[in-house]
């Protein structure tokens, strides 16, 4: 069981970047596999990207693949995704999630413990 906060999240013009902060506590976060998901406005929450506990492993969506950047500081309980060249189809809540011992996962019900979100607004 960890504790989540987003952090980072604001308005944005189309190609620009942003960069959002996840801090963990609670328990020892370089256990936890870490996944961000996104909900945009009347639709589902679905999959952004994941890191294994270690680090050495990552996965992205196929709409984020080359924009976004995921990674995680372990001595910080942190972990980042890094998005460049936004445009407004990435507008949605964006939140991090953990899973103690977990691996390359994108399904939610993988995911023990959820952070409050943080919005991302891209306009045109």
């Known amino acids: 069981q960890v504790q989540l906060v987003e952090s980072g999240g604001g308005l944005v013009q189309a190609g620009g970047s942003l960069r959002l902060s996840c801090a963990a506590s609670?328990?020892?976060?370089?256990?936890?596999?870490m996944g961000w998901f996104r909900q945009a406005p009347g639709k589902g929450r679905e999959f952004v990207t994941v890191?294994?506990?270690?680090?050495?492993?990552?996965d992205y969506a196929d709409n984020v693949k080359g924009r976004f950047t995921i990674s995680r500081d372990n001595a910080k309980n942190t972990v980042y995704l890094q998005m460049n060249n936004l445009n407004p189809e990435d507008t949605a809540v964006y939140y991090c999630?953990?899973?103690?011992?977990?691996?390359?996962?994108?399904?939610?019900?993988?995911?023990?413990?959820w952070g409050q979100g943080t919005q991302v607004t891209v306009s045109s």
């Open positions: 999630a953990a899973q103690r011992y977990g691996g390359i996962n994108r399904r939610l019900s993988g995911y023990s413990d």
């Open positions: 609670g328990r020892t976060f370089s256990t936890y596999a």
């Open positions: 890191i294994t506990w270690s680090g050495g492993s990552t």
